[in-house]
T-cell receptor, first 116, second 113 residues
Framework: DAGVIQSPRHEVTEMGQEVTLRCKPISGHNSLFWYRQTMMRGLELLIYFNNNVPIDDSGMPEDRFSAKMPNASFSTLKIQPSEPRDSAVYFC??????????????FGQGTRLTVV | AQSVAQPEDQVNVAEGNPLTVKCTYSVSGNPYLFWYVQYPNRGLQFLLKYITGDNLVKGSYGFEAEFNKSQTSFHLKKPSALVSDSALYFCAVRDDRNTPLVFGKGTRLSVIA
C-alpha cells in the first residue's frame, strides 16, 4: 500500500486566496483525521471523519476552514480566504474503524502551506 | 478530556549513551499510549504503543517504552543512542471511548557523535 497520500506537498499562496488540500487515505481505513502542526501549538486535531461522516470539527479554527469527505478514498481541507496565520504543515492521517482504540493512525507526508 | 505532557522541549545525548524522552498523560478510563517519530520534512512514523499487558513495550529501531500507571507516565527509552535517532518525538494518548489521538508538543532529540 502506498500509505496516506497528500497533495500538494508544498503550497505558497497569497493572502485572500482559496487553498485546497487533498488526502487519499489508506484503502480500507474508514477513519480520517486532519491535523495542523505549528511551532507554537504543536499538533492540533482539526476535524475527523468516520465512514465519511464528520464526527468532530471543534478543532477547526474558524469558518474560513471547511473539510469534506465525499467518498472513502478522498478528503479535502479548504481554507477560504487564506491568511498568513494559516501558514503551517497540515497532516492527514487514517486508521481502521472498529479497532480504532488500539490501532495507530497512519500519517501522510503533510502539506506545507505558506500564506504571504 | 485527555492530554499529554512532554516536559522537555529538547534532549541532548551522546552517541552510545542511553536516552529517555519523557511523557506523562491524563485520561479518564483506560489509556492507549503511542510514540511517534518525525524526521525533517516528513510525516509522523509510528514507533510503538501500549494497549494492555506487559508494562514494557518494545518497538521499532530498538526503542522501548515503559508504562507506569501510578505515575501516569509512558517514557520512551533506548539503551544506546545513534546519531540517526536525532528527530522530533511525539507521545500521544487516546481514551477507551474511540476518540482520536491527542498529541504532546513534541521533544526534539539530538544525538551527538
Amino acid at each position: 500500500d502506498a500509505g496516506v497520500i497528500q497533495s500538494p506537498r508544498h503550497e505558497v499562496t497569497e493572502m485572500g486566496q482559496e487553498v485546497t488540500l487533498r488526502c487519499k487515505p489508506i484503502s480500507g481505513h474508514n477513519s480520517l483525521f486532519w491535523y495542523r502542526q505549528t511551532m507554537m501549538r504543536g499538533l492540533e486535531l482539526l476535524i475527523y471523519f468516520n465512514n465519511n461522516v464528520p464526527i468532530d470539527d471543534s478543532g477547526m479554527p474558524e469558518d474560513r476552514f471547511s473539510a469534506k469527505m465525499p467518498n472513502a478514498s478522498f478528503s479535502t481541507l479548504k481554507i477560504q480566504p487564506s491568511e498568513p496565520r494559516d501558514s503551517a504543515v497540515y497532516f492527514c492521517a487514517s486508521s481502521p474503524l472498529g479497532r480504532t482504540m488500539n490501532t495507530e493512525a497512519f500519517f501522510g507526508q503533510g502539506t506545507r502551506l505558506t500564506v504571504v | 478530556a485527555q492530554s499529554v505532557a512532554q516536559p522537555e522541549d529538547q534532549v541532548n545525548v551522546a552517541e552510545g549513551n542511553p536516552l529517555t524522552v519523557k511523557c506523562t498523560y491524563s485520561v479518564s478510563g483506560n489509556p492507549y499510549l503511542f510514540w511517534y517519530v518525525q524526521y525533517p520534512n516528513r510525516g509522523l512514523q509510528f514507533l510503538l504503543k501500549y494497549i494492555t499487558g506487559d508494562n514494557l513495550v518494545k518497538g521499532s529501531y530498538g526503542f522501548e517504552a515503559e508504562f507506569n500507571k501510578s505515575q501516569t507516565s509512558f517514557h520512551l527509552k533506548k539503551p544506546s543512542a545513534l546519531v540517526s535517532d536525532s528527530a522530533l518525538y511525539f507521545c500521544a494518548v487516546r481514551d477507551d471511548r474511540n476518540t482520536p489521538l491527542v498529541f504532546g508538543k513534541g521533544t526534539r532529540l539530538s544525538v551527538i557523535a
